[in-house]
């Protein structure tokens, strides 16, 4: 979270501000289902690993894509 609040504070183009903006975004996303995962598997396994086959795995895919858009960027 600080290294993220320190990219926050670089100056950005406007692409770089919309890209930082949709990693946060996605960082929101795929941590809510990330911590909706590991409070499923302690009760149901088999339901929470389609869960993360289907919710988060995707989610934290879309971050990760988020982060190398803007590792592109620069």
């Known amino acids: 979270d ?3 609040s320190k990219l926050e504070k670089m100056p950005l183009d ?3 501000k919309k ?3 949709s990693i946060k ?5 795929a941590r809510a289902l990330n911590n909706k995962f ?3 598997v302690q009760t ?3 339901e929470a690993v389609q869960f993360l086959l289907k919710e ?4 934290t895919t879309k971050w990760q894509d ?3 858009d803007f590792i592109t960027l620069q």
Do not use: K, Y
């Open 56 to 59: 988060a795995n995707p989610a």
């Open 66 to 68: 988020a982060i190398r």
């Open 2 to 4: 600080e290294a993220f």
């Open 38 to 40: 590991a409070e499923m």
């Open 25 to 29: 975004e996605d960082q929101l996303a």
């Open 14 to 16: 406007e692409t770089g």
């Open 44 to 46: 149901n396994r088999e």
């Open 19 to 21: 890209i930082v903006a």
